[in-house]
């Protein structure tokens, strides 16, 4: 499990641009395409209705399943994520486009939304995530606490290191400790959303449990490492806020 101090930490500490070596595309790579939807509040149920039938119809399996979450907190409390992946590049060349697929996201829930805003494509760093649980999924973790970071210009070098030190100690915590870290794959200039670290909850309960993350972190990265790393954040991140995101299972696509 996550809790309040590891994510406290963890949200102290994720953010950055891009490398070029983390650009770079794989022959396989797990990547996850989301849309930002404010609803026409006035229309939530035909909304809901709508967005059920689209998802179950068009986006239910394989790479175009479609999950949809509400966001909790944050400036952005009330709107949805509209999420469909695992993807590929490739994959989007062959995305349902026909039985009536446009028509009906345009004429059955388009006018239902009210603004569609920060369209991206979240590339999972296979390495350092901790999501290769046995047995996890949204469904046995329904809350993400989703934490958007800034890497301050010219400090993308450090990045690796960094969540390198962050991932070791995530693993060595005990229990089962999902978390992810997710690159934005195109440049967001003033809006700093370059990386996404996603910590995945059983229920909201674990915000109220504290792992000494500290502790496990100086026993996994040596005695001295502490004030280092405080450091390297501290010059490395320049910006990060946090969202909480809930499972709408009534919503997705899956079965």
């Keep these: 499990m996550i809790k309040r101090s590891l994510i406290f ?14 650009s770079a595309q794989d022959n396989d790579y797990v990547m996850f ?3 930002v939807l404010t609803p026409d509040y006035k229309n939530l149920k035909t909304l809901s209705e709508n967005m059920r039938n689209h998802n179950k119809k068009y ?4 790479v175009y399943n479609a999950t949809v979450f509400n966001i909790a907190s944050g400036p952005n409390s009330g709107k949805i994520i509209w999420h469909m992946g695992p993807i590929m590049f490739a994959h989007l060349d062959a995305r349902p ?3 009536g697929h446009g028509e009906d996201w345009t004429q059955n829930v388009l006018p239902y939304v009210t603004k569609i805003e920060n369209g991206e494509y979240w590339r999972e760093d296979d390495k350092l995530s901790n999501v290769n649980i046995e047995g996890f999924s949204v469904a046995t973790h329904p ?6 970071h800034e890497v301050e210009k010219g400090r993308g070098y450090s ?9 070791n100690t995530v693993k060595a915590m005990p229990g089962d400790n999902p978390w992810g870290i997710y690159y934005n794959e195109f440049r967001q200039g003033d809006l700093g ?3 996404a670290t996603v910590g995945f909850m059983k229920n909201w309960a674990e915000m109220d449990s504290d792992q000494d993350f500290k502790a496990t972190f100086l026993k996994v990265n040596g005695e001295n490492s502490w004030q280092d790393f ?11 806020w946090d969202e909480i995101w809930t499972y709408d299972p009534k919503l997705s696509g899956d079965d």
């Design 143 to 148: 809350i993400l606490y989703v934490r958007y």
């Design 9 to 22: 930490i963890l949200g102290i500490m994720l953010f950055c641009g891009i490398t070029p070596e983390m």
């Design 33 to 35: 395409e989301t849309i």
């Design 159 to 167: 990045i690796n290191g960094l969540f390198t030190q962050i991932s």
């Design 97 to 99: 486009s026909d039985d």
């Design 193 to 195: 959303r370059h990386i």
């Design 59 to 62: 986006h239910s399996e394989g």
């Design 230 to 240: 405080i450091d390297g954040m501290a010059a490395t991140f320049s910006n990060s």
